[in-house]
């Protein structure tokens, strides 16, 4: 469809065609009448000639009205076909201007194109943000933060949509996290730094407690090795054998159970030494700590170095290197060679020897064998492991005991 300035152009382009066409068509006529007024006047003096002047002359002039009017009855009109195209006049088309240069009512939508009013405003209106229920310049800026108005750029190295998980900051799960409060279940062995402490006395058999009332309940009236500086050892030293010391026989392998009943680092082993007259030990006399399986765990230097004479005291032996003795029961190992073993020998304190195995090693059959020998005679050291198959229990049973 050709816009309303290619349409006007079109109309004068028209419009002096026909004008043109006009022109033309009138000059055809002004030729035609010239023509028929020569031959009129031919014919008036052919009738002048014949005397009938007066009839030519008014036949000439009735001749030529004719002719007028039937030129100034032409039929041409302008082309008017641009101002009544559906174009021009219908739907998206052109509304045409009226002498006051207005559109006329009659090219106006219904109700005269009128504006009555706008939200409830007359006049020259000017509306605001809250006149169409929308925010503000000011009030959007408060309540939206700005595209680089957050401080925030990035959580934990992540960008984008980000979700955590507790191992993202380091925590611990909610399922796993050990309440403060309220009942839970713990699976899996637990590892604590520091003991637990705790106040409360148990209830039930199966129930954890602290150390002191295991103390009180279990030595209650009675002394511990604890109580005087030791970690564990073979009887309380109160209960020996008044008049009967031991005296070792040279090249023997003479054990000593002692108990212990938490994890214990040891350092040193003691003996009892009811008298000794002094440098009768040989260098081949020796005492060691052996696990229940019969391995080596640590060994003293030559007793020669550590044992004086002396008319009675706890001889205290230290192993050469520490040892981190998990709970359970252990033999103390002694060696003697060099004394007479009647009387030039150190003694050492023992417990009851009646019967050919003492009472104090009564026990179940293939029980822990709480105080006896290893077969084997003529040992000049103490062998790094033996077979508990070759222990004979018999009455030597002396004391010992174990320390930190």
Excluded at 237 to 245: H, I, K, L
Excluded at 343 to 369: D, E, H, K, W, Y
Aim: hydrophobic share 40%; with cysteine; charged share 15%.
């Amino acid at each position: 469809m050709a816009n309303p300035e290619e349409q006007i152009k079109q109309l004068k382009a028209d419009l002096d065609a026909r004008d043109t066409q006009l022109a033309g068509e009138i000059q055809k006529k002004v030729d035609k009448e010239q023509f028929s007024f020569l031959t009129q006047q031919q014919n008036k003096k052919d009738a002048e000639s014949k005397g009938n002047d007066k009839a030519f002359e008014t036949s000439l002039k009735n001749l030529i009205t004719a002719e007028v009017e039937k030129a100034g009855e032409s039929q041409w009109k302008p082309d008017r076909r641009w101002y009544k195209t559906p174009e021009f006049m219908g739907p998206g088309g052109v509304a045409t201007l009226g002498a006051d240069g207005l559109v006329p009512a009659a090219q106006l939508p219904a109700g005269g194109g009128a504006v009555a009013s706008v939200n409830g405003k007359t006049g020259n209106v000017t509306l605001a943000a809250t006149d169409v229920g929308a925010l503000s310049q000011a009030a959007g800026d408060a309540r939206y933060l700005a595209v680089d108005g957050s401080p925030v750029t990035s959580v934990n190295g992540r960008t984008g949509p980000v979700v955590l998980t507790a191992a993202d900051v380091s925590a611990v799960a909610s399922g796993d996290a050990v309440l403060l409060s309220g009942d839970q279940t713990v699976q899996g062995t637990k590892t604590f730094a520091a003991p637990p402490l705790t106040t409360v006395t148990p209830t039930t058999p199966d129930q954890l407690t602290r150390r002191g009332y295991v103390d009180a309940v279990s030595s209650a009236g009675s002394w511990s090795p604890s109580a005087v500086g030791f970690s564990g050892w073979a009887f309380d030293p109160a209960c020996g054998s008044a008049t009967t010391p031991q005296y070792c026989i040279n090249g023997w392998v003479y054990l000593i159970g002692v108990p212990l009943h938490a994890q214990t680092t040891v350092r040193n082993i003691a003996f009892y030494v009811p008298g000794y007259v002094g440098n009768t030990l040989g260098p081949a006399s020796f005492a060691g700590l052996y696990t229940n399986a019969g391995a080596r765990a640590g060994l003293t230097a030559p007793l020669k170095t550590l044992l004086s004479a002396t008319e009675g005291k706890t001889l205290i032996c230290p192993l050469t290197t520490a040892y981190t003795a998990a709970p359970g029961n252990y033999w103390v190992a002694l060696v003697v060679n060099g004394p007479n073993p009647s009387n030039t020998g150190p003694a050492f304190l023992r417990g009851s020897s009646v019967g050919q195995s003492p009472g104090g090693s009564a026990r179940m059959p293939n029980a822990f064998i709480r105080h006896g020998r290893l077969n084997a005679t003529g040992q000049t050291s103490l062998p790094l492991s033996f077979n508990t198959a070759n222990i004979t229990a018999d009455s030597n049973a002396i004391w010992a005991a174990l320390a930190s």
